[in-house]
T-cell receptor, first 117, second 112 residues
Framework: GAVVSQHPSWVICKSGTSVKIECRSL??????MFWYRQFPKQSLMLMAT?????????EQGVEKDKFLINHASLTLSTLTVTSAHPEDSSFYIC?????????????FGPGTRLTVT | SQKIEQNSEALNIQEGKTATLTCNYT??????LQWYRQDPGRGPVFLLL?????KEKRKERLKVTFDTTLKQSLFHITASQPADSATYLC???????????FGAGTTVTVRA
């Protein structure tokens, strides 16, 4: 159980175009999903928290107009990188959370490798 | 703000030995701490969660300790195998929140 999928697993796009990444919880409902970015040999950096039916909450320094997040249902959140630039090239990972007692376990997707040329 | 430090970037050990990884944190007292495994090009996989009132937790060949006085967690892989080679991340919830803050990770390589 607790499987999270991401699509696509990798994408190459040209500078100035937009890319949409999907995150789905396959066997459970996730009221909250998180989006992370990870650069090589660095840890995960939280970008935003996505709650079903409401606006995403962005971390400091993350441009909300550039990284559009939509959480349309309890099993789907999307991240759209708008007007992508080479510096947006990174590994984007989503996670879905479920509460266990008083703690929260996060289940991660396999990640999406974005390369902007 | 809270800070998480994992002991080293890389740990190389011989198959069959025990790998011990350290996670130190400062500036607050989390209610629990989590450990994840991440393989190259993949998302992290949840391994263990230990609560502040638990001293030790085990799962198969994995053992985690949590010392709230030292503000430290130790992660042990016993009878290590080459398949255990990966990066291991510790994560703590942010104060008064359920969002996680991750350490930089320790990459373990187990030699056959």
């Amino acid at each position: 159980g607790a499987v999270v999928s991401q699509h696509p697993s990798w994408v190459i796009c040209k500078s100035g175009t937009s890319v949409k990444i999907e995150c789905r919880s396959l066997d459970f409902q996730a009221t909250t999903m998180f989006w992370y970015r990870q650069f090589p040999k660095q840890s995960l950096m939280l970008m935003a928290t996505s709650n079903e039916g409401s606006k995403a909450t962005y971390e400091q320094g993350v441009e909300k107009d550039k990284f559009l997040i939509n959480h349309a249902s309890l099993t789907l959140s999307t991240l759209t990188v708008t007007s992508a630039h080479p510096e947006d090239s990174s590994f984007y990972i989503c996670s879905a959370t479920t509460q266990v007692a008083s703690s929260y376990e996060q289940y991660f997707g396999p990640g999406t490798r974005l390369t902007v040329t | 703000s809270q800070k998480i430090e994992q002991n080293s970037e890389a740990l190389n050990i011989q198959e069959g030995k025990t790998a011990t990884l350290t996670c130190n944190y400062t500036n607050y007292s989390p209610a629990y701490l989590q450990w994840y495994r991440q393989d190259p090009g993949r998302g992290p996989v949840f391994l263990l969660l230990i609560r502040e009132n638990e001293k030790e937790k085990r799962k198969e060949r994995l053992k985690v300790t949590f010392d709230t006085t030292l503000k430290q967690s130790l992660f042990h892989i016993t009878a290590s195998q080459p398949a255990d080679s990966a990066t291991y991340l510790c994560a703590l919830p942010l104060p008064n929140d359920y969002k996680l803050s991750f350490g930089a990770g320790t990459t373990v390589t187990v030699r056959a």
